[in-house]
């Protein structure tokens, strides 16, 4: 993943490599925007990572950093960057791949996007997902699902599978997705690139289209850990409109070139093996030998209520979501069913009918249900309380241990319908990641190889605001496992 | 069979912070439709709450004031449903970890003191407003309904107390306490015409003597004390006719319609609430700390009572006098910044309670709609203290101040009603009355002193009422004695 | 079926979705295999333990009351999908007042 010599592939710079060319005036930031736009162009007619492309504002915005390059350019000009249409872009229709708000035209940008347009970023367009984050394939989208770059046949993974297929190929330089219980991470794992949950609470979710506030959490889907660290630098901070941000305690830093010498990584045993495919597991152990060959002192650890999170997560989360999504009710933005109403709640429940997809509803029932009277306690009042024990386990486990590892995902890509006829299926794509939603804490999937020519994903887990410890490990890691394979479609621009 | 009514009160209170309770846009009443709306309070897609500190500190003030207990940590719930109006489809309120609870109130009805007990005290947001067009303007009937999301989100605190008020006066010397000490607190304006104030009530009878409660209902709609009070009249009496007639009462709310003056119960909905409330994930929990508390009672208002302790030790008033004084907030500030224009607390405070509430109770005129001013009245009362105008004159001054808006000097000058103090002229006044009732001045001269007040009667006549009756008296006296 | 097509149509109405008959069977399915999975939780002895509803220990997080300049009318009202006299305009209400 060298330009060494030349520019080369264009789409195989990382985006500090790019900065790098960038900055030496090597490479001007409208061939890079050109570039991907070109790859865009090309190949997402069958990848369909895109719902909305800003082309045309994109080569603008290039050429202006352009014409200012050198001293004085923000920190990040000219890296090309997808938005997941999750988050909200003034003047950007931000559909949520939901009919609901197929034509809805934000008022305000989300604070994550500002920060990074701040910083200089150039958004080439806003990525599909699952309706209202709502999946893990991509399949829910309103608007037809997003294939995976290894293997169109398959899925990409979600809910961010626009923004994990795009980096994947090489139809951005990197993207924003978010996290609610998984979202980043397993699509990244399915696509093969380094997907970042920060600590909930570190980055802001002003803008963000809620599905379940108290796990929602925005972060960068990249090709390399450096470039994930990047991002994050520019997106982490306090937020004054949003009461559940906080400021990060350390300044994010660039992880450096080193071995895992001493770090001490906790293999979760209770979900290791059982639920996950064999050659996942092979992948992930081989993985492991690399990580323990330079220096990490691996070990097993133990969460022992984790069997439990997969239904906690799916009380609360859903009950959240059905609050969040209320709002969508046809009055001041959005769809509304067409035709006479014989009064209004009739057009509420048109309108809700006609504009939300089938998982959305599946979701909003059962939340609505495990709130409704005579349920409460029984259902969100003891999920909440299996939360407390899954933070307690996650805490109980740091003591012995750095970081926590895991496969991201218990299978690689699978193929496009495979899933979508069970929904308790599709929901146990996220064993591996929801865990860490329910706790809050930062992880990062990298790429650990390919089974079978699909990529596998190894996750990181660490405690609340250890950014900085996780993602140097994670970088060294990256290194030691030396994973250097892209898509084919990118392969095919060599 | 005697039936005693129970009522508790629910009373919505929006508070007069110079921004919404969960975003910057500007809280007052009216304004263009949707003029003063955000991301936020229109509940557009990714927008977050921010609670409103000055809110919640006058939400503390208020909860202090009503001698509740302030719990260590409070939370806010969502309330989940579904109407035009709430454009989340939930209202963030409090639930089971209120802000305040198990404060009271003390009222005077009948003469006797009564406490009533408040259950709690907690925060939530308004709502926007639907206007509804079609013939009534009301919601039945209406064709459609536009919504105006400009009140959408203001700080609204609710009060609800216990149901230990027993007649629909009681319940309305309480709203009108409890709106006075608002007022007191500086948190609201309390105009229950433009909805700052709303109260409902939850009524129930129950035979005499009786310990359980009866089966209660929702009276809504009473949007002026006189409503509360003939709404709750007029339910009490409903229910106790289907308790007399051997029916029951229903579980129901009840509409106040104060163009009839009568009470319907509303068509019970085929689906009942189910309000689905849980924690509000996107606000963090509110921790009265020990020092919050403190700071919150160091900076509090002065209070009615307090107030009314310091007239007493400070202007040596009367129990009584510094009680009406301070019965309002109006009153009281109107009284004391009088004083600041004639410095004499005794004679400021009766004609306060004299003259001017005489004059606001016989003409059905608000304290704040008076023309009188307290810079106006201080001039009036010092014109009398110098002797320029009698004190009797000085009341028809008084009069015509409150019709016109006029000052005392203009009024005088005008109608020449300056106090005639000159010796001399009453002197050939004197002369002149003397010499037309030589009788009277005989039995003067003869010791019969009460024959004085003939005289300077007679005076009064002739001026007017402009004499001054010492001078008057004096000289009067020199001349009969002559 | 853990949940019956009358509780299915109840949550359907509280959360105003409209369900065709075929589709009450098959969220009926759905939802009740998703309960029965979640329904696990139930096993779990959990009187003493504490509820979490924020994962990160925050208290107080306020705003000064400075009033900020709203969107204009116009923006507020662009996305709306039936606009009348400067308001959102919705068919007539039948059900009463809630709060």
Same mark, same amino acid.
């Given at each position: 993943m060298t330009a060494a010599g030349g520019k080369g592939n264009l789409l195989r710079l990382s985006a500090i490599e790019a900065l790098g060319l960038i900055g030496r005036q090597e490479l001007t930031a409208s061939a890079l925007t050109g570039a991907y736009l070109a790859q865009i162009n090309q190949h997402d007619n069958d990848v369909s990572a895109y719902l909305r492309l800003t082309a045309t504002e994109a080569q603008l915005e290039a050429a202006a950093f352009e014409a200012a390059a050198g001293e004085g350019a923000p920190p990040l000009a000219g890296l090309p960057t997808a938005i997941k249409d999750v988050l909200v872009t003034e003047g950007v229709i931000t559909t949520c791949a939901s009919r609901m708000l197929e034509n809805y035209n934000p008022i305000y940008t989300a604070t994550s996007v500002l920060k990074l347009r701040q910083a200089g970023i150039v958004m080439l367009g806003k990525t599909n997902m699952d309706e209202f984050a709502m999946g893990s394939s991509t399949e829910n989208s309103a608007f037809g699902p997003t294939r995976n770059p290894w293997d169109l046949g398959r899925v990409p993974g979600g809910s961010s599978g626009g923004s994990a297929a795009a980096v994947a190929a090489g139809e951005a330089i990197w993207a924003l997705g978010s996290d609610t219980g998984g979202s980043i991470r397993q699509p990244a794992a399915l696509c093969g690139v380094v997907g970042l949950k920060p600590t909930y609470g570190s980055v802001s979710r002003y803008g963000l289209v809620a599905f379940a506030s108290s796990f929602d959490q925005v972060g960068p889907i990249t090709k390399t850990v450096r470039d994930a660290a990047l991002m994050l630098k520019y997106l982490v901070g306090k937020d004054a409109n949003d009461s559940t941000s906080v400021e990060h305690p350390d300044e994010i830093a660039l992880p450096e070139d080193r071995d895992l010498a001493g770090v001490r990584i906790g293999i979760v045993r209770e979900l290791v093996g059982k639920g996950i495919d064999a050659e996942v597991m092979s992948v992930f152990n081989q993985a492991i030998k690399k990580m323990e060959a330079a220096g990490a002192l691996v070990s097993e650890a133990g969460l022992p209520h984790v069997e439990y999170a997969l239904p906690a997560y799916y009380i609360l989360a859903p009950a959240e979501a059905s609050a969040n999504l209320a709002r969508f009710d046809g009055v001041r933005y959005g769809l509304r069913a067409g035709g006479a109403h014989a009064d209004v709640t009739e057009m509420y429940e048109e309108t809700r009918s006609q504009g939300f997809g089938d998982e959305v509803k599946r979701r909003i029932m059962l939340g609505t249900y495990a709130l409704s009277s005579g349920y409460y306690e029984a259902y969100y009042g003891q999920a909440q309380k299996v939360r407390t024990l899954v933070v307690q386990d996650f805490a109980a486990a740091f003591a012995d241990a750095d970081l926590l590892v895991l496969p991201t995902a218990p299978t690689t890509a699978f193929k496009l319908g495979e899933k979508t006829g069970d929904p308790l299926t599709m929901y146990k794509s996220d064993i591996c990641t929801i865990p860490v939603n329910l706790a809050g804490l930062p992880a990062i999937s990298i790429p650990a190889g390919l089974a079978g020519g699909l990529p596998v994903g190894l996750q990181l887990i660490g405690p609340a605001f250890s950014e900085n410890l996780l993602l140097q490990a994670a970088h060294s890691a990256e290194s030691v496992i030396g994973f250097d394979k892209v898509s084919p479609l990118v392969k095919q621009a060599d | 069979m005697e039936f005693e009514p129970v009522i508790g009160l629910e009373i919505h209170v929006e508070l007069s912070t110079e921004s919404k309770m969960f975003c910057g846009c500007r809280a007052e009443f009216g304004g263009e439709p949707n003029t003063r709306c955000c991301p936020v309070c229109m509940a557009h897609p990714g927008a977050l709450p921010v609670a409103n500190k000055k809110a919640i500190e006058y939400l503390a003030r208020i909860s202090l004031a009503l001698n509740c207990n302030i719990p260590g940590r409070s939370i806010f719930h969502r309330k989940n449903y579904f109407y035009p109006d709430l454009p989340k489809g939930y209202q963030i309120s409090q639930y089971d970890q209120p802000f305040a609870v198990n404060g009271q109130l003390g009222i005077i009805f009948d003469d006797e003191h009564i406490s009533v007990g408040i259950e709690r005290v907690h925060m939530e947001e308004d709502t926007a407003k639907n206007i509804h067009a079609g013939k009534s303007g009301r919601i039945a009937g209406a064709l459609y309904s536009l919504i105006d *999301? %400009? $009140?959408?989100?203001?700080?609204?605190?609710?009060?609800?107390? $216990?149901?230990? !008020?027993?007649?629909?006066?009681?319940a309305r010397i309480f709203l009108n306490k409890l709106k006075n000490l608002l007022k007191y607190l500086d948190v609201s304006d309390c105009n229950m015409e433009e909805g700052s104030l709303r109260c409902d009530a939850n009524v129930s009878v129950r035979p005499a003597g009786s310990g359980t409660l009866g089966v209660k209902t929702e009276l809504k709609n009473m949007n002026s004390f006189k409503h509360l009070e003939k709404g709750l009249a007029k339910e009490i009496e409903r229910q106790v006719a289907v308790l007399e007639f051997g029916g029951q009462v229903v579980q129901q709310t009840v509409h106040f319609d104060f163009a009839s003056g009568e009470v319907t119960p509303m068509r019970s909905k085929e689906f009942a609430h189910d309000y689905r409330y849980f924690p509000e994930p996107d606000l963090v929990p509110l921790a009265a700390s020990s020092s919050f508390v403190q700071k919150i009672t160091a900076d509090m208002p002065e209070l009615p009572d307090e107030r009314a302790k310091r007239y007493m030790a400070d202007f040596n008033l009367p129990a009584y006098n510094a009680e009406v004084l301070t019965s309002s907030r109006e009153l009281s500030d109107y *009284?004391?910044?009088?004083?600041?224009?004639? %410095?004499?607390?005794?004679?400021?405070?009766?004609?306060?309670?004299?003259?001017?509430? /005489?004059?606001? %109770?016989?003409?059905?005129?608000?304290?704040?709609?008076?023309?009188?001013?307290?810079? =106006?009245?201080? =001039?009036?009362?010092? &014109? !009398?203290?110098?002797?320029? @105008?009698? %004190?009797? @004159?000085?009341?028809?001054? *008084?009069?015509? &101040?409150?019709?016109?808006? =006029?000052?005392?000097?203009? !009024? @005088?000058?005008? $109608? /020449?009603?300056?106090?005639?103090?000159?010796?001399?002229?009453?002197?050939?006044?004197?002369?002149?009355?003397?010499?037309?009732?030589?009788?009277?001045?005989?039995? *003067? $001269?003869?010791?019969?002193?009460?024959?004085?007040?003939?005289?300077?009667?007679?005076?009064?006549?002739e001026t007017g009422g402009r004499a001054n009756p010492q001078v008057t008296s004096r000289v009067l006296r020199d001349k009969l004695a002559g | 079926m853990l949940i019956s097509h009358d509780e299915v149509r109840y949550v359907a109405k509280l959360a105003r979705l409209k369900l065709e008959s075929g589709e009450l069977d098959r969220y009926a399915g759905q939802l009740s295999g998703i309960i029965n999975h979640i329904n696990k939780i139930s096993e779990l002895e959990l009187k003493h333990v504490e509820l979490t509803s924020h994962v990160i220990e925050l208290a107080n997080v306020f705003r000064e009351d400075q009033a900020r300049q709203s969107v204009s009318r116009e923006l507020a009202l662009a996305n709306g999908p039936e606009v009348e006299a400067g308001a959102f305009r919705v068919p007539q209400i039948l059900e009463a007042e809630e709060q």
């Open positions: - | *999301f %400009n $009140r959408s989100g203001t700080p609204l605190v609710e009060i609800v107390t $216990r149901p230990e !008020i027993h007649s629909p006066q009681a *009284f004391e910044a009088t004083l600041a224009y004639f %410095n004499d607390s005794r004679i400021v405070s009766n004609w306060l309670m004299g003259e001017l509430l /005489g004059y606001l %109770n016989a003409s059905g005129t608000e304290l704040a709609g008076c023309l009188v001013t307290p810079a =106006g009245l201080g =001039g009036l009362l010092k &014109m !009398i203290s110098s002797g320029e @105008v009698s %004190n009797a @004159v000085g009341k028809e001054i *008084f009069m015509e &101040m409150c019709k016109t808006g =006029g000052a005392a000097e203009n !009024i @005088v000058a005008a $109608r /020449g009603l300056t106090q005639i103090s000159d010796a001399a002229e009453l002197a050939a006044i004197a002369e002149r009355v003397i010499a037309a009732n030589p009788a009277q001045a005989e039995q *003067f $001269r003869a010791g019969k002193d009460k024959v004085l007040g003939f005289f300077v009667g007679q005076i009064m006549k | -």
